[in-house]
């Protein structure tokens, strides 16, 4: 079974400070990837940014990066230079296994992630 | 690419009716396409998982006879709530295997 933790459940951020968002996760799978989506009051979620089980590189798209500390099941997302419009829940998933179940995702409980001007 | 349609965005309906939610892939096909649910202030959930042309697969304590879900074709997945409660009012979204692309949601209130 796959399990994702967020422990924080709220956050606040100055505007144009840089904000961590932290994620652990528990599988046996070798083969897996993480996710960071963004989900805005609209209630969409907006996809960040992916992190395979067997990249060497932590991704980074724009203003995001996560970094991925695969010995302590680590996936936290960084966002620099905080805009007003960051505000939102974020939530951290996982996908792993094999076959067609491989797509499902398993995610956390969300971070409300809040920029103060 | 990779564009999830969710219709309709929001929908209130009487108690005992049953809501119909699409799910279309616009560019591209679908085999498979997951169902969530998201009560408020809490995280999505895997309902069901819709495979084209064959049956959906049910997460565990989700009844089936209640969230229908027909994928008939690669690019359209619906999910029917029969006999809707108030318990049902919820907020749900489907995703698609390709890029991980999620539709709008679809925001069910049932009165």
């Known amino acids: 079974a796959q399990k994702i933790t967020q422990t924080q459940p709220g956050m606040f951020v100055q505007e144009k400070e840089a904000v961590t968002l932290d994620c652990t996760y528990d599988?046996?799978?070798?083969?897996?990837?993480l996710f960071w989506y963004k989900q805005p009051s609209s209630g969409e979620m907006i996809f960040l940014i992916y992190?395979?089980?067997?990249?060497?590189q932590n991704a980074t798209e724009g203003r995001y990066s996560l970094n991925f500390q695969k010995a302590r099941k680590s996936a936290n997302l960084v966002i620099s230079a905080s805009q007003l419009g960051d505000s939102a829940m974020y939530f951290c998933?996982?996908?792993?296994?094999?076959?067609?179940?491989?797509?499902?995702?398993?995610f956390g409980k969300g971070t409300k992630l809040s920029v103060i001007p | 690419g990779a564009v999830v349609s969710q219709h309709p965005s929001w929908v209130i309906c009487k108690s005992g009716t049953s809501v119909k939610i699409e799910c279309r892939s616009l560019?591209?096909?679908?085999?498979?396409m997951f169902w969530y649910r998201q009560f408020p202030k809490q995280s999505l959930m895997l309902m069901a998982t819709?495979?084209?042309?064959?049956?959906?697969?049910?997460e565990q304590g989700v009844e089936k006879d209640k969230f229908l879900i027909n994928h008939a074709s690669l690019t359209l997945s619906t999910l029917t709530v029969t006999s809707a409660h108030p318990e049902d009012s919820s907020f749900y979204i489907c995703?698609?295997?390709?890029?991980?692309?999620f539709g709008s949601g679809t925001r069910l209130t049932v009165v």
């Open positions: 992190q395979g089980s067997y990249d060497e």
């Open positions: 998933a996982m996908r792993g296994g094999s076959g067609a179940g491989s797509y499902q995702l398993t």
């Open positions: 599988t046996s799978d070798q083969s897996y990837g």
């Open positions: 819709s495979n084209e042309g064959s049956k959906a697969t049910y």
């Open positions: 995703s698609a295997t390709y890029g991980y692309t």
């Open positions: 560019d591209f096909q679908a085999t498979t």
